[in-house]
């Protein structure tokens, strides 16, 4: 149950970001793709260029103490970068060094939990499979795009309506979701043989928001993936 509402929270955070293109189109990149077989795949310097696009607007970065944005990434998209083998792809930027040598192997991390920081990009990752999805994208039969997501300061409001009787679900971390549980329950007009010993359940008023202006400050590429 509690992890049934921490994705129906990001379910709500991801349509009001996905609906930020409506209002600026700049938001959006989808990179070409003209067959399931033939189109370009997430590449460090997109995600660069995102980067430089807030910071071209004045965006501040999410995490202001280490000046980074927040990005949003699916295990594929991340294969993606990390297979790039061009000249100033992640791991020919990390080759070069000692200390960039030691950092490839956090790169590579089946622990979702861990926050990925590609280098040259001031963005740290957050890999989820619970990313929009866009079924034959770029008009290619079969093709599935995933959307990367970076985001800056208020990028996404999170309005908590609290009323009384909800559920505590703390800080959007949804193992610490708190779910009423009822046991031995009492027969009741609805259930007079007492045949529903118990149950348990949520509740909680939350809903989110695209900033006061017509700035917005975060960025989505939307690209196919050599990786299923």
Known sequence: MSYRLGETMSALVRATADGASSIDASVAVNLAATSSTSFTALSLSQIRNSVQSLAGRAVR???EAS??????????ALGDVLADN????????????????????GLVSVDLTEVVELPSTGVQFYQTNLVTTVTNFGGATGLVGLRTYIFGRDGIY???????????????EWRNIECNIVQNAAPTVADPEGLIPGWTSYRVHFTTSLGPDTTIRQRQITAGSAIS
């Open 61 to 63: 970065p999410f995490d």
């Open 86 to 105: 061009s000249n100033d792809a992640p791991i020919d930027i990390l080759k070069h060094t000692p200390v960039g040598l030691m950092k490839m192997d």
């Open 67 to 76: 000046k980074s944005f927040a990005g949003v990434i699916h295990p594929f």
């Open 158 to 172: 999170a309005i908590n309506l609290g009323a009384k009787g909800d559920t505590g679900y703390g800080d959007g």
